[in-house]
């Protein structure tokens, strides 16, 4: 079950991160733009990937990571990790 959820983290990263680099390039297509269609546009699609896809994916990121150190606190202590 660890791995599982330690793979679903990881794709969680990578979509995030996907998106924080496509939607800057978004954001210049949007400013170079000329008429109102593509503005409308490029709005939608920015919309989209910043609530549809990037604030899920690094709810789901955050919540996995904070469930994989719970998990492994224990470990983390014998190893000599933790604060003291």
């Not at 939607?23 to 949007?30: E, I, T």
Request: charged fraction near 15%.
């Amino acid at each position: 079950m660890y791995l599982w959820i330690k793979a679903f983290h990881i794709m969680a990263i990578i979509t995030w991160f996907a998106g924080l680099f496509y939607l800057p390039r978004l954001f210049v297509y949007h400013a170079q733009s000329e008429d109102s269609i593509s503005r409308e546009r490029f709005k939608v699609m920015e919309r989209k990937l910043y609530r549809g896809i990037m604030n899920p994916s690094m709810l789901v990121a955050l919540a996995l990571g904070i469930w994989l150190l719970y998990r492994n606190l224990s470990g983390l202590a014998k190893a000599g990790c933790t604060p003291s």
